[in-house]
């Protein structure tokens, strides 16, 4: 059957396949197709999530970029991100202490079950530790300091949408150590340039710099995808490449869209982009 995107009302994309699992979540609505062309897709109230054949470039860039520019990340935060993506990139790094909290437990299961091979038995890691809960509690309450956090949630609607609010990065601030730093998903740079435009500009409020990565994912229509860095004192793209040709070696990573010269090369924006965000 035929699978259309319900996130835009006056444009629709679809691709087709076979329903494998069908819920509903005390939170979403959460299906798993399988498709010839992405394999596995994970959408979540009609909108897709991940595909078996794209998701390493959004998962890689919302990690490594982060995870080398900081000298020594040690503990890492992860909100969101139910499907083990971003655990699996950040669980490649030295770290000491992954922390992921998923607001719906339906989907870790349902993504440990049929999409393993995205999180590649990562929840089963030692140094990883899986929250139940809301991202936003999660932040305001916890005694603990982190290095890198990686919010990897669903777009501003639903339970996501306390994650886009000056609120919850003042709060991010506060939990990150003396260079820390975080990324979030700040959706399509055309189709959704509000929402980057919104977001660029409560991070500016909050962090003294803010970094946009320009990203192409297939099943993320829209041409070029935003994911945008609040830091307290590391530009990613102020690192020195040696630093991170370095660290890249020294780690052995093995990744199959980010290298060094993506890391800089993701920051230089278009102008209708750049001017926008100024
Ligand atoms: N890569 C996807 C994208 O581009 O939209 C996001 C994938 S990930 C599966 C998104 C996860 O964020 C979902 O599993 C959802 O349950 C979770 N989420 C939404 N709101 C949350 C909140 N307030 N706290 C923690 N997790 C939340």
Request: net charge positive.
């Amino acid at each position: 059957m035929w699978f259309f995107e319900t996130l835009y009302p006056d444009l629709k994309i679809g691709v087709k396949g076979d329903i494998i699992h069908e819920e509903k979540t005390p939170f979403q609505d959460m299906k798993i197709y399988h498709t010839s062309r992405y394999g596995k897709v994970l959408t979540l109230d009609g909108v897709i999530q991940t595909t078996q054949k794209d998701e390493f470039i959004y998962h890689e860039m919302l990690t490594h970029p982060l995870l080398l520019s900081h000298p020594k990340p040690q503990n890492v935060l992860i909100i969101g991100a139910g499907d083990g993506g971003i655990l699996r990139e950040v669980l490649k790094h030295k770290v000491k202490k992954v922390t992921l909290v998923e607001i719906d437990q339906a989907v870790i299961e349902v993504s440990k079950k049929h999409l393993a091979t995205i999180n590649k038995g990562s929840f089963n890691d030692k140094r990883a530790k899986i929250v139940v809960g809301d991202g936003a509690k999660f932040v305001k309450n916890t005694k603990e300091k982190f290095d890198v956090i990686v919010v990897d949630s669903t777009d501003p609607i639903g339970p996501a949408k306390v994650l886009f609010s000056e609120n919850f990065y003042l709060d991010i601030y506060r939990i990150l150590t003396k260079n820390g730093l975080m990324i979030r998903q700040t959706g399509s740079a055309t189709l959704q340039l509000t929402t980057l435009k919104n977001s660029t500009k409560t991070l500016k409020k909050v962090f003294p710099i803010v970094r946009t990565q320009i990203i192409a994912v297939p099943t993320y229509i829209g041409g070029f995808f935003s994911l945008t860095i609040g830091s307290k004192t590391i530009d990613t793209a102020k690192v020195t490449q040696k630093a991170i040709n370095q660290r890249y070696a020294k780690l052995k990573l093995k990744t199959k869209y980010y290298n060094p010269d993506i890391h800089f090369a993701c920051t230089k924006l278009p102008n209708y982009i750049g001017e926008e965000l100024r």
